[in-house]
């Protein structure tokens, strides 16, 4: 075979090859079937050309001017250039599709990572318009981005809002860099939101310039933040400010931080404390001991939550101190304990006063419950002796002397007088018992006191006296306060017993202020101010304080043979004055009686004496006023052998009305102060009414001063204390009625 029909084969193999791979090769490229076949069908036509120029058969079709070796030749480079040119672009269109497809792939990847942040971001062109949003974005504002492509933000936030944002975009696009800031934007609903928002400006491949945000809701964190930094300003105003001590430790005592209420208790500095162990507010010996005991109780956690106590402080101070506790304890920091301490010495005092006033109070109504019960007895007993001491005084006028039963009636009366005596000491005890007050020098008293003192006293016992000079004069009944004293020196004596001792009797003036008058008994109701003072000590055997506690008792007494009303009535007497008293006793010791009178500058009249005249007689008529029979009837007797002719009422009712009728003759009332009905008080004052003139002469067990002060200023003509002998009752109608007479 020749060479000429050896590239001719070659040709028409290279074209049916070409023409073959070009039908799908064209499709691939122009993606048109039409013009895919049109290609297949011109190389097809070019391959049937060269066959009837190679072969014989195709000589019907072979051009005369072209000889075989420039058609081959022909033939055979443009298929080669034209397959080498397909192949080319091929191999081009393929990369773009891959270019294509990757970048597909990479929106497919951004917008999947953009719509599944919990960050809003979005695109606005240079112009501020919305080029892009995420899923996001449309959750937030309720809107889609087709809704939102093309729009500013004027056209969906408030003005103000969308200008800043806007400005906040320029400056970005200035400054061309990434830029992080706070936004605040109102969401769907108009509630505005915090944004922490990071921008950053970017331009595509035609210069145009873009910005892209990035934001994260920030609002619940920002108010978390503000509420911890609330808590934190809160708990700082508390540690700075608090009135009580606050301090902090870890495990091994290291004080780690105190504020300064803890700094003024301990009277250290907060650079003197922090950084030191808790023991530093101690004294040395006690360091090592509350350190030990600190360590142990924090590693097991037994340390008390609430807790009182008294602490001994460095500075020498010892203090109350109310003390709470408590752990602190977060995720793996070291637990932390922190103390509060409250100074209570003030409180504690304070309450230690309290209670010391409320014993001394209830112990003054239980005295005065007491007193009132000894009072009442006092007079019920008071008005029986008035009958027996009445009619003995009866009886004896109508016995002749000589007469063997007189000295029985004597021996009765005096009985009734020691008896009357005893009702004196239960009335002094209550506060009630008759006082004759008058101006009265209590040293003279002291000195008149003095020789029945040292006879009443053991005779190894010294009596010292010590007597301040000038010493004011005091209101008081003599006969009473040298009852006071009898009684403390012979109380004195008993506790000194067979033994040598001593007992002081000193006199004085001191001014009494709150505190020390709320150590006396009475006090409730004492005043302070100056006081006359006098002091019985003795160097006895001295008192417990059980013992202490009921001294003043009445009935109560440590002697077997004792009644246990000396104290009682001193008590009593003091009241009636007006006066209080201090106790100090320790068992060996010995023990102190002060009495505090009030002073008195003013000067009183000593009462007149009338006197007696057992040949007095009167006339007219008296009525006796009395509930007690056995009173009235002896009453009436005394009366009847005085000359008077006498009416009897055995209530203020029936007194008054008796009066009523016969307020003409009547020359005097003899008004009983306690009755049914209507009582002295009220029946004086019906009396008066009817006759303003009216003499009534008052008689009572209670003291004479109860009375004056009650009639004050009322017009009463006397008061007749019970029980009375008919003497007594002489002397009182001759005074009244003269007086009446001479005025």
């Keep these: 075979m020749q060479t000429a029909e050896i590239l001719g084969l070659v040709a028409l193999a290279v074209q049916l090859a070409v023409a073959i791979y070009v039908l799908p090769l064209s499709i691939r490229i122009t993606g048109s079937r039409l013009v895919s076949w049109v290609l297949f ?5 070019m391959f049937v050309l060269r066959f009837a120029m190679t072969f014989p058969a195709g000589a019907i079709i072979r051009h005369p001017l072209l000889t075989p070796h420039w058609d081959e030749l022909f033939a055979l480079t443009t298929s080669g250039l034209l397959l080498f040119a397909m192949f080319y672009i091929d191999r081009l269109f393929v990369r773009r599709r891959q270019v294509e497809e990757e970048l597909r792939e990479a929106q497919e990847r ?9 960050a809003v971001a979005w695109i606005k062109d240079d112009s501020g318009r919305f080029v892009y949003v995420n899923k996001p974005f449309e959750r937030m504002f309720r809107t889609a981005l087709a809704q939102l492509k093309g729009k500013t933000g004027f056209e969906i936030w408030p003005e103000n809002i969308a200008r800043q944002l806007r400005e906040h975009d320029t400056s970005v696009l200035k400054k061309n860099q990434t830029v992080e800031m706070s936004e605040t934007v109102p969401d769907a609903d108009g509630n505005l939101r915090q944004w922490w928002v990071s921008k950053f400006p970017f331009s595509d491949r035609n210069g145009r310039k873009f910005v892209f945000s990035m934001a994260m809701d920030v609002t619940e964190q920002r108010k978390m933040e503000e509420a911890v930094r609330d808590s934190e300003r809160r708990f700082r105003s508390i540690w700075e400010n608090s009135a009580d001590g606050m301090r902090l430790t870890d495990e091994q005592g290291t004080i780690i931080a105190v504020n300064p209420a803890y700094c003024k208790l301990v009277g250290l500095g907060a650079s003197e404390l922090e950084g030191q162990s808790l023991t530093a507010v101690h004294p040395p010996e006690n360091r090592e001991k509350v350190l030990l005991q600190y360590c142990e109780r924090f590693r097991t956690r037994i340390i008390e939550s609430y807790f009182e106590r008294k602490v001994a402080l460095r500075c020498g101070k010892v203090v109350d101190l109310e003390v709470a506790n408590s752990f602190l304890e977060h995720d793996n920091q070291p637990a932390l304990l922190i103390g509060i301490f409250r100074d209570i010495t003030e409180r504690r005092q304070a309450e230690e006063q309290r209670l010391t006033l409320e014993r001394k109070l209830l112990d003054s109504q239980k005295l005065e419950s007491l007193g009132i019960l000894a009072g009442g007895i006092a007079h019920d007993f008071n008005n029986l002796l008035t009958a027996i001491m009445g009619n003995a005084s009866l009886a004896q006028l109508q016995m002749p002397e000589g007469f063997p039963a007189r000295q029985n009636l004597v021996n009765i009366e005096k009985t009734s007088i020691r008896a009357a005596g005893l009702c004196r000491q239960m009335l002094a005890y209550s506060g009630r018992g008759q006082l004759v007050v008058q101006d009265v ?12 003192i040292n006879v009443s006293i053991n005779k190894k016992i010294a009596l ?36 040598s001792g001593v007992i002081n009797i000193t006199t004085g003036v001191m001014n009494a202020d709150t505190r020390y008058i709320s150590q006396t008994y009475l006090a409730p109701n004492f005043p302070s101010g100056n006081y006359v003072f006098l002091e019985v000590s003795d160097t006895g055997c001295g008192m417990t304080p059980d013992v ?23 008590l009593g007497i003091m009241r009636g004055h007006k006066g209080s008293l201090k106790v100090y006793s320790e ?6 009686f002060k009495l505090l009178l009030p002073c008195n500058d003013a000067k009183t009249t000593s009462p007149k004496t009338v006197t007696a005249s057992s040949s007095w007689r009167g006339q007219g008529t008296i009525l006796v006023v009395d509930d007690e029979e056995s009173v009235r009837i002896v009453t009436a007797r005394m009366l009847e052998n005085f000359g008077f002719s006498v009416l009897k009422a055995c209530d203020g009712r029936e007194g008054v009305e008796t009066f009523r009728k016969n307020s003409g003759d009547i020359q005097a009332v003899v008004l009983d102060m306690t009755m049914p009905r209507l009582n002295g008080d009220e029946a004086f004052r019906e009396i008066r009414r009817i006759n303003p003139a009216a003499r009534v002469l008052l008689m009572s067990g209670y003291n004479e001063q109860d009375a004056t002060d009650r009639f004050a200023g009322k017009g009463l003509a006397g008061f007749l204390q019970k029980p009375f002998r008919q003497d007594d009752l002489r002397d009182k109608l001759r005074m ?3 007086k009446t007479k001479t005025s």
């Design 41 to 45: 069908a011109a190389f097809l036509s």
């Design 110 to 118: 951004f917008t999947h990572f953009a719509d599944n942040n919990p």
């Design 441 to 452: 020098a209590l040293n003279s008293l002291v000195d008149e006191t003095a020789q029945l």
């Design 464 to 499: 010292k006296f010590n007597l301040a000079a000038q010493l004011p004069c005091i209101q008081a009944d003599p006969s009473q306060i040298q009852q006071v004293i009898m009684n403390l020196v012979i109380n004195a004596s008993e506790a000194i017993g067979d033994n």
């Design 548 to 570: 202490k506690a009921k001294i003043f008792d009445p009935f109560f007494t440590t002697k077997f043979t004792g009644r246990g009303l000396g104290l009682a009535a001193v």
């Design 587 to 592: 068992p060996g010791r010995g023990s102190s």
């Design 736 to 738: 009244i009625l003269e």
